[in-house]
Nanobody
Framework: QVQPVESGGGLVQAGGSLSVSCAAS????????IGWFRQAPGKERQFVAG????????YYADSVKGRFTISRDNAKNTVYLQMNNLKPEDTAVYYC??????????????WGQGTQVTVSS
């Protein structure tokens, strides 16, 4: 498929962990930066993390640094977001998308449908 497909969301208690995945075709991901975003109800979409094509460079929003880890497996055309020490404010729909550069300032396209992450207090 052309559009990425996110999966792995769910309900977890505060302090818990969850991993979400973003899978797409090689044509969609090859040589591109992949970023994770999230959007909570009534709030603007927020950049969470990004990873370069090689996987050697990453970029995190301050709010998730030290708690979230982004990684990718290019052989599987999949990008992962490991989320630890989750907080209720992490509750949102999580989306992945691709960009030509790393970081929140670049234009992202090929958005997935999102996966819901809910953190209970």
């Amino acid at each position: 498929q052309v559009q990425p497909v996110e999966s792995g969301g769910g309900l977890v208690q505060a302090g818990g962990s969850l991993s979400v995945s973003c899978a797409a075709s090689e044509r969609t991901f090859k040589y591109y930066v992949i970023g994770w975003f999230r959007q909570a109800p009534g709030k603007e979409r927020q950049f969470v993390a990004g990873i370069s094509w090689s996987g050697t460079s990453t970029y995190y929003a301050d709010s998730v640094k030290g708690r979230f880890t982004i990684s990718r497996d290019n052989a599987k055309n999949t990008v992962y977001l490991q989320m630890n020490n989750l907080k209720p404010e992490d509750t949102a729909v999580y989306y992945c998308a691709r960009a030509a550069g790393l970081g929140p300032g670049y234009a992202y396209d090929y958005w997935g449908q999102g996966t819901q992450v809910t953190v209970s207090s």
